[in-house]
């Protein structure tokens, strides 16, 4: 059965902060592994992941696969409160048949 | 540009009671699915459609019935609507054609159900 675990759940950081948000899959036919960010309404896209070892960057945020370990980490440096939010990891599938996501963890940064 | 559009975005049922929320996007995607997410679980996917007249069972699809009749439409049923089946609902879709999809889904706002 097809499967996404992230890692931790939740976590509090304080402003300035660096946090990294782990991932693992089971996937029959991976093709790509997807990260999302979620506030109070539907989830906004992050990055997109098909090779292992090249680190996707936007900003402060960044994220690399490692398909030997069926792994992904998301990077957030000098984190703020506006980063605050559930971040979801998602796999799709060969055909895009399927997109699953994992369970999220929800992240929040005080001041 | 619309995007996804779901509809409605509130609703109250009884248990026992059917409903459809209806999904609909103009980007020409051959892919539409619908999730359901309740705290601490992520999204799960109940049922996806790869095109118009193929549909297929997500993660959780019982009590869901979908059809696929058009490229623009992806409606999901409740028939007998239980109190566990209260959540928020997205539909998403994703496009595989080119110009080459970022893989990117593109959400709808969600639609939020509860079931008395």
């Known amino acids: 059965e097809d499967k996404v675990v992230q890692s931790p759940l939740s976590l509090v950081v304080h402003e300035g902060d660096t946090v990294t948000l782990n991932c693992s899959y089971e996937?029959?036919?991976?093709?790509?592994l997807l990260w999302y960010k979620q506030e109070k309404k539907a989830p906004t896209f992050l990055f997109m992941l098909t090779s292992s070892g090249i680190e996707k960057k936007s900003g402060r945020l960044s994220s690399i696969l490692d398909k030997k370990e069926l792994s992904s980490i998301l990077n957030i440096t000098a984190t703020q409160t506006g980063d605050s939010a559930i971040y979801l990891c998602?796999?799709?599938?060969?055909?895009?048949?399927?997109?699953?996501f994992g369970p999220g963890t929800s992240l929040s940064v005080i001041p | 540009n619309a995007g996804v559009t779901q509809t409605p975005k509130f609703q109250v049922l009884k248990t026992g009671q059917s409903m459809t929320l209806q999904c609909a996007q103009d980007?020409?995607?051959?892919?539409m699915s619908w999730y359901r997410q309740d705290p601490g679980m992520g999204l799960r996917l109940i049922h996806y459609s790869v095109g118009a007249g193929i549909t297929d069972q997500g993660e959780v699809p019982n009590g869901y019935n979908v059809s696929r009749s058009t490229t623009e439409d992806f409606p999901l049923r409740l028939l007998s609507a239980a109190p566990s089946q209260t959540s928020v609902y997205f539909c998403a879709s994703f496009g595989t054609a080119p110009p080459r999809s970022t893989g990117e889904l593109f959400f709808g706002e969600g639609s939020r159900l509860t079931v008395l």
């Open positions: 998602a796999v799709g599938e060969t055909s895009y048949d399927k997109v699953i």
């Open positions: 980007m020409n995607h051959e892919y």
């Open positions: 996937v029959t036919n991976f093709r790509s």
